[in-house]
């Protein structure tokens, strides 16, 4: 199946779930719009309709078609015998709209939208790309590469079939993010003193009760070595306070989310943060070095993200087991006041960024599109 030869390329992206998947679909949409810039390329997404796809992709301006979901237990239950319908249902529907939107190619970021999206491509013989955004690939990447014409990794060394290392696609407010031009502007936006060496603190979307206890239990011992803090502690953890701090003290700046990522990360010299797939990215792209605390749950994938960037010397790692208001003073204020090791970890962490991984996975898309 394709298109007309001169018409445009038509790709279809299946990302949707989490904002893991869906950042990265839209980061790629977005240089692929920039070169279909006068109707060349034809963009249509592929969620359903209980993820956060319904409202983050029609709100960056693409078409967002919704096909049946196709959870996978992660272990063995009675769910588990009715997969085998589920997935022939959305992948008979998903067959329909590809024919209908006379796909060229299929881009896939795994999860429960991807899996249906790749055996409908196959059946319809319709090439496939696969960018798997984890150090550990999910079971719909798995499945996905095998069947792809292309495999494009985030990290060097992730298991997975015929995988070449991309990087991950990011915004362009990130991406092309210059720090140290910024720094002034977003540290007067977060009401921060301009010259202060500066921790910026948050654990995901919704926080991270964790990194929210050590970091206030830390906040006389960071201020009074003159760090001033920007913590985002998350929509639903109102209840995270610092005593006011007095006049002449470093400001300690809790918000309840970030909005605007550029202005943060242009803000801070250091981050302690989770290490999700995005977020390493981000911090690699940008130069900004971190203390990266993994989530201790599920299957060790945030450790792997973060190890190329420790091993590399572009931050630290540690377990959220070992993360308390003693590390921060111990580990955290030696470094975040010395602006020589800071400026060494930062160059290091940006030499593990691939703030080009949109226009390189956008130039394996066209090129697997035939165009």
Same mark, same amino acid.
């Given at each position: 199946?394709?298109?007309?030869?001169?018409? !445009?390329?038509?790709? $279809?992206? =299946?990302? %949707? %779930?989490?904002?893991?998947?869906?950042? !990265?679909?839209?980061? &790629? +949409?977005?240089?692929?719009?920039?070169?279909?810039?006068?109707?060349?390329?034809?963009?249509?997404?592929?969620?359903?309709?209980?993820?956060?796809?319904?409202?983050?992709?029609? #709100?960056?301006?693409?078409?967002?078609?919704?096909?049946?979901?196709?959870?996978?237990?992660?272990?063995?239950?009675?769910?588990?015998?009715?997969?085998?319908?589920?997935?022939?249902?959305?992948?008979?529907?998903?067959?329909?709209?590809?024919?209908?939107?006379?796909?060229?190619?299929?881009?896939? /970021? *795994? *999860?429960?939208?991807?899996?249906?999206?790749?055996?409908?491509?196959?059946?319809?013989? $319709?090439?496939?790309?696969?960018?798997?955004?984890?150090?550990?690939?999910?079971?719909?990447?798995?499945?996905?590469?095998?069947?792809?014409?292309? $495999? =494009?990794?985030?990290?060097?060394?992730?298991?997975?079939?015929?995988? =070449?290392?991309?990087?991950?696609?990011? @915004?362009?407010?990130?991406?092309?993010?210059?720090?140290?031009?910024?720094?002034?502007?977003?540290?007067?936006? /977060? %009401?921060?003193? +301009?010259?202060?060496?500066?921790?910026?603190?948050?654990?995901?979307?919704?926080?991270?009760?964790? &990194?929210?206890?050590?970091?206030?239990?830390?906040?006389?011992?960071?201020? #009074?070595?003159?760090?001033?803090?920007?913590?985002? @502690?998350?929509?639903?953890?109102?209840?995270?306070?610092?005593?006011?701090?007095?006049?002449?003290?470093? !400001?300690?700046?809790?918000?309840?989310?970030?909005?605007?990522?550029?202005?943060?990360? #242009?803000?801070?010299?250091?981050?302690?943060?989770?290490?999700?797939?995005?977020?390493?990215?981000?911090?690699? #792209?940008? %130069? &900004?070095?971190?203390?990266?605390?993994?989530?201790?749950?599920?299957?060790?994938?945030?450790?792997?993200?973060?190890?190329?960037?420790?091993?590399?010397?572009?931050?630290?790692?540690?377990?959220?087991?070992?993360?308390? !208001?003693?590390?921060?003073?111990?580990?955290?204020?030696?470094?975040?006041?010395?602006?020589?090791?800071? +400026?060494?970890?930062?160059?290091?962490?940006?030499?593990?960024?691939?703030?080009?991984?949109?226009?390189?996975?956008?130039?394996?898309? &066209?090129? $697997?599109?035939?165009?």
């Amino acid at each position: 199946m394709s298109g007309p030869v001169n018409g !445009p390329v038509s790709v $279809v992206l =299946a990302g %949707g %779930g989490t904002g893991g998947h869906i950042e !990265p679909m839209l980061a &790629l +949409a977005d240089a692929l719009r920039r070169r279909g810039a006068e109707g060349g390329v034809r963009i249509t997404c592929l969620g359903t309709a209980r993820g956060l796809e319904t409202r983050l992709v029609p #709100a960056r301006g693409y078409d967002l078609r919704l096909i049946p979901p196709v959870p996978l237990p992660r272990k063995p239950t009675l769910d588990l015998l009715r997969v085998p319908g589920r997935v022939r249902r959305s992948v008979a529907e998903t067959r329909s709209l590809l024919r209908e939107l006379d796909a060229d190619v299929v881009v896939g /970021f *795994g *999860g429960y939208v991807a899996l249906p999206a790749y055996l409908a491509a196959r059946r319809e013989r $319709v090439p496939i790309v696969v960018h798997e955004q984890n150090a550990l690939p999910g079971l719909a990447n798995r499945i996905g590469a095998r069947l792809a014409a292309r $495999v =494009a990794v985030t990290t060097p060394g992730t298991p997975l079939h015929g995988g =070449a290392h991309v990087g991950m696609p990011l @915004r362009t407010t990130i991406s092309t993010l210059d720090r140290g031009s910024r720094r002034a502007e977003a540290r007067a936006v /977060f %009401g921060l003193d +301009a010259d202060r060496p500066t921790l910026l603190v948050f654990g995901g979307s919704q926080g991270a009760a964790s &990194l929210n206890r050590a970091a206030v239990g830390a906040a006389e011992a960071l201020t #009074a070595a003159g760090v001033q803090v920007l913590h985002a @502690r998350g929509p639903k953890n109102t209840d995270v306070e610092v005593p006011p701090r007095s006049a002449g003290q470093a !400001p300690y700046v809790l918000v309840d989310y970030l909005e605007r990522m550029d202005l943060a990360y #242009a803000a801070a010299d250091l981050a302690l943060c989770r290490a999700g797939a995005v977020t390493v990215a981000e911090l690699s #792209a940008v %130069g &900004l070095p971190a203390a990266f605390v993994p989530l201790p749950i599920g299957n060790g994938e945030q450790r792997r993200n973060a190890l190329p960037v420790v091993e590399a010397g572009g931050g630290l790692l540690v377990e959220d087991a070992d993360l308390s !208001p003693s590390w921060i003073q111990q580990q955290i204020v030696p470094l975040v006041t010395d602006p020589a090791a800071l +400026a060494g970890y930062a160059a290091r962490a940006a030499a593990t960024g691939a703030p080009d991984a949109d226009e390189r996975l956008a130039d394996i898309v &066209l090129e $697997v599109a035939g165009r």
